[in-house]
Each structure stands twice: as C-alpha cells, then as structure tokens.
C-alpha cells in the first residue's frame, strides 16, 4: 500500500497570503489528522477529520481550517498568514476505531 | 485538555549503553500510548505503543513501561547503537481519538 502522501512538499508564501495544503491518506484510512510542527514546540495538534466530518480540534485560531472529501482526501487552509505559522505541518491517517496513525512526510511552509 | 511533559529534552549516551525517556499525561481517560522516532529530515515513525490495559511491552531492543496510577509511562533502548539518533516523541490518546504529543527528546548515541 502506498503510503501517507502531502503536496506541496515546499511552499513560499508572503505575509497575509492564504495557504492550502493537501493530504492523501493510506487506501482505506478514514481518519486524517494534521500537525503543527515546529522547532522546540513538538507536534501540536490542529483538527482529525473522519468521514468528512471534524471529530477532533486543538487550539488553534480560526484561520486554520480543513476539510475532508467523500474520497478521504483532505485539505487545510491558513489565511492571513503571519511569521510564526512558518513550520512543517504534517498529516496523519489511521484505520477506523484504530489509534495508529501514520504520517505522511510533511509540508515545509515558510512565511517571509 | 491534555497535556503531554516528556524529560529529558536531549540525552546523550555511549553506544552500547541504554537509555531512558520519560512522560507524564494529565488526562486520566488516556487509553493509548505510542512512541515515534523521526530521523533528521523524515516523518514521524511508530516504533511502539502499548494500552492502558497493559503495564510493559517489549519489541527487541525498545521497551515502553505504562503506571497508570502515577499516569507515567517510559521508553527504554538497550544496547543503543548509532542509527538510534534521532528525535523521540511520546504521545497519549483521549478514547475519541485525539493524539497529544510531548515535546520530544534529541538522543545522540556516541560512538
């Protein structure tokens, strides 16, 4: 099976701009997850969509959002960026009823 | 919420040598408890886990010891050889599926 895949792998964007990061999951994996990683910080945990719906939220403001497709595939978004949402966000996808999650290799976004 | 305190922050040992990573969780409803070691560059891997109905569970030379009374649980390496540098985070999971992280250990293994 192939695994957890992100695109784009590396993204540039500008002060203010918006962002939209894709996460395909493993086949048959309903669940997706999505992190803030940053230096010293960890992984934080953003939102966990299952079956389109949002499950779970961490404590992020409003201009992180995400979504999920019928096809399990989902999508984050930032608006407004600012400077310290320069970080690598990754995503995670787990069976149903399972707890494992598997990560893909991440986006590296970078704010100037 | 919960909330995940891994120690220590980087450890050092001698190739051959063990060592120890510890975590406490806030949340007394934490069923699941994984490990992931990410390599400089590469995602997170899970290496072990174990659940609150099991107190210690072995794979070869990782070893992961569950109190759920003190609410800690520990990563053990025996025999730590080089390719065992990397970054590990430990993690507890709500029943609903939420995952919190521990802020990581930088482990270098000295040859």
């Known amino acids: 099976k192939a695994g957890v895949t992100q695109t784009p792998r590396y993204l540039i964007k500008t002060r203010g701009q918006q962002v939209t990061l894709s996460c395909s999951p493993i086949?048959?994996?309903?669940?997706v997850s999505w992190y803030q990683q940053t230096p010293g910080q960890g992984l934080q945990f953003l939102f966990e969509y299952f079956s389109e719906t949002q499950r779970n939220k961490g404590n992020f403001p409003g201009r992180f959002s995400g979504r999920q497709f019928s096809n399990s595939r989902s999508e984050m978004n930032v608006s407004t960026l600012e400077l310290g949402d320069s970080a690598l966000y990754l995503c995670?996808?787990?069976?149903?009823?399972?707890?494992?999650?598997?990560f893909g290799p991440g986006t590296r976004l970078t704010v100037t | 919420g919960e909330n995940v305190e891994q120690h220590p922050s980087t450890l050092s040992v001698q190739e051959g040598d063990s060592a120890v990573i510890k975590c406490t969780y806030s949340?007394?409803?934490?069923?699941?408890f994984p490990w992931y070691k990410q390599e400089l560059g590469k995602r997170p891997q899970l290496i072990i886990d174990?659940?609150?109905?099991?107190g210690e569970k072995k794979d070869q030379r990782i070893a992961v010891t569950l109190n759920k009374t003190a609410k800690h649980f520990s990563l053990h390496i025996t025999e730590t050889q080089p390719e065992d540098s990397a970054v590990y985070f430990c993690a507890a999971s709500n029943p609903d599926y939420k995952l919190s992280f521990g802020a990581g250990t930088t482990v270098t293994v000295r040859a």
């Open positions: 995670a996808s787990s069976r149903d009823y399972s707890y494992e999650q598997y």
């Open positions: 086949s048959g994996h309903r669940s």
């Open positions: 174990i659940r609150s109905n099991v």
């Open positions: 949340d007394s409803a934490s069923n699941y």
